[in-house]
Structures are given as C-alpha cells and as structure tokens.
C-alpha cells in the first residue's frame, strides 16, 4: 500500500510518500511545495495543484492522508490553508485515491501515544519508524510523513 501524506498550507505544503508493507512503512518521497508570499492567491492554488498532481503522478499512491485543520487564532491564514487543503483534496480525489483526515492531535497519539505530544517528539518518531539517519526536513515535510504513517496504523 502506498500513501501520501499532507501538511496543508499556501506557503508552504508538506508531502510525504511512504510504502507499507507487512505493516512496516517505508519512505519513497518527501518534500514541500513553496509559493511566493506576494503571489496572488490563486496563482499559489494553481502551483500547488500542478505540483501535487505531478508529485501524485510520479509516485502513485493509493490512499491521500492529511492532517485536518485545527486551529482558528488568525482567521485570514486559516481561510488560505482551507483553500489549499481543498485544492489537495481535488488532487486525491481526480487520482482516484481514497482521503483520510486526521486531526493534529490524533497524529500525536498514533505516532507516540500522547495526543499532546510536542513537534519534535513527532518529529523524531517520523525518524525512528521510517529508520532515518536524520529527522526529515523541512518540518513541514516531516509532518506530512507523521500523517502518512498515522494511516498506515489506523488501516492495519
């Protein structure tokens, strides 16, 4: 089984691809979508879309894993996150993959038991489940693996 997890955001979008096999997940790819912060906000959605879909089309998963968003302090950046988040999940659904939406807190209690668990005890988990010499980078990619990974153990 192969899964993409997503890091939503317009700024920057975290991806990571993990293979599962016999439970064991496996990194592929791993990586972010950046946009310009003075770009008009529909050029950004368009980038991310053409990105996302060429990254889905490279790489071929199965099912699409994003983290939900779950936080409203700044209406204005949580408006553009929800229009990323909904070109992602266009992208998912025109490939034809299944979507799963897992909050921030459940990510933190599948990855480490602890639903408020900090970035990096997440972030070092990513490490240690995938056996990475290094924490994945950017955060953001790191994130979207936490959220891949957070599939691959709610299917099992």
Same mark, same amino acid.
């Given at each position: 089984?192969?899964?993409?997890?997503?890091?939503?955001?317009?700024?920057?979008?975290?991806?990571?691809?993990?293979?599962?096999?016999?439970?064991?997940?496996?990194?592929?790819?791993?990586?972010?979508?950046?946009?310009?912060?003075? &770009?008009?906000?529909?050029?950004?959605?368009?980038?991310? %879309?053409?990105?996302?879909? &060429?990254?889905?089309?490279?790489?071929?998963? +199965?099912?699409?894993?994003?983290?939900?968003?779950?936080?409203?302090?700044?209406?204005?950046?949580?408006?553009?996150?929800? +229009?990323?988040?909904?070109?992602?999940?266009?992208?998912?659904?025109?490939?034809?993959?299944?979507?799963?939406? %897992?909050?921030?807190?459940?990510?933190? +209690?599948?990855?480490?038991? %602890?639903?408020?668990?900090?970035?990096?005890?997440?972030?070092?988990?990513?490490?240690?489940?995938?056996?990475?010499?290094?924490?994945?980078?950017?955060?953001?990619?790191?994130?979207?693996?936490?959220?891949?990974?957070?599939?691959?153990?709610?299917?099992?």
């Amino acid at each position: 089984m192969r899964i993409i997890g997503i890091d939503p955001g317009t700024g920057i979008l975290g991806f990571g691809v993990i293979d599962v096999e016999k439970g064991k997940p496996t990194l592929v790819d791993a990586g972010v979508i950046r946009t310009p912060v003075k &770009e008009n906000d529909a050029v950004r959605l368009l980038t991310i %879309y053409e990105e996302l879909t &060429e990254i889905i089309k490279e790489t071929k998963p +199965q099912h699409m894993s994003v983290e939900k968003l779950f936080f409203a302090r700044n209406v204005t950046t949580a408006m553009t996150v929800s +229009q990323a988040r909904g070109v992602v999940l266009l992208c998912g659904m025109q490939a034809g993959m299944t979507i799963h939406e %897992y909050t921030p807190m459940q990510i933190k +209690q599948a990855l480490t038991g %602890y639903g408020k668990a900090e970035k990096k005890q997440i972030q070092e988990m990513v490490r240690v489940i995938l056996q990475l010499k290094e924490i994945p980078k950017p955060d953001d990619a790191a994130d979207a693996l936490a959220a891949a990974i957070t599939h691959s153990m709610t299917v099992r």
